[in-house]
T-cell receptor, first 107, second 115 residues
Framework: DAKTTQPPSMDCAEGRAANLPCNHSTISGNEYVYWYRQIHSQGPQYIIHGLKNNETNEMASLIITEDRKSSTLILPHATLRDTAVYYC????????FGQGTELSVKP | DSGVTQTPKHLITATGQRVTLRCSPRSGDLSVYWYQQSLDQGLQFLIQ???????AKGNILERFSAQQFPDLHSELNLSSLELGDSALYFCASSAGTSGRGDTQYFGPGTRLTVL
């Protein structure tokens, strides 16, 4: 599984877009990019995933660069309830979690 | 609500004891994964079962074992417990298909405290 690198923390103003970057330069061709988040000690919550193309669902958008070496998760209108640790994972099958990005959404 | 259930929510036991954690996957999911989250190690993959068979193994100690039953629920057995085994244990399930990525959905976890 490819190693991922994320900033340890980010702040975002409520109502603004939160853009969370992830580097996965060693990703292989059949590995997906997954994003999960964890609020306090709850179970990780699936957000979105993609292989090559950009993806959008009701929670977020995922932008993957053409060379697939990095991606950005976009929460279009962040709310206080989006405060969580966000994990970017590049792999297939088992998930290898890194340290994630602690996103704080502030009023 | 992910559809994955785990029991019990909390478990407090003593060193040297044995416990069993239970997981019921989402309806229709064939794969079950177990993860451990401790303060110093973060979220770590332990083991995966697919339709009753072990599929992948991670950093699972020899004192730990798991199985998946014909009704697809899974149990994680932890024996000879040590203080360092205190952690959150999560179960996740997925359809088990390789196409479109195989999204895992996590349960609420079992918090194990070893005294």
């Amino acid at each position: 599984d490819a190693k991922t690198t994320q900033p340890p923390s980010m702040d975002c103003a409520e109502g603004r877009a939160a853009n969370l970057p992830c580097n996965h330069s060693t990703i292989s061709g059949n590995e997906y990019v997954y994003w999960y988040r964890q609020i306090h000690s709850q179970g990780p919550q699936y957000i979105i995933h993609g292989l090559k193309n950009n993806e959008t669902n009701e929670m977020a958008s995922l932008i993957i660069t053409e060379d697939r070496k990095s991606s950005t998760l976009i929460l279009p209108h962040a709310t206080l309830r989006d405060t969580a640790v966000y994990y970017c994972i590049a792999g297939r099958g088992k998930l290898i979690f890194g340290q994630g990005t602690e996103l704080s959404v502030k009023p | 609500d992910s559809g994955v259930t785990q029991t019990p929510k909390h478990l407090i036991t003593a060193t040297g004891q044995r416990v069993t954690l239970r997981c019921s996957p989402r309806s229709g999911d064939l794969s079950v994964y177990w993860y451990q989250q401790s303060l110093d190690q973060g979220l770590q993959f332990l083991i995966q079962y697919y339709n009753g068979e072990e599929r992948a193994k991670g950093n699972i100690l020899e004192r730990f074992s798991a199985q998946q039953f014909p009704d697809l629920h899974s149990e994680l057995n932890l024996s000879s417990l040590e203080l360092g085994d205190s952690a959150l244990y999560f179960c996740a399930s997925s359809a088990g298909t390789s196409g479109r990525g195989d999204t895992q959905y996590f349960g609420p976890g079992t918090r194990l405290t070893v005294l």
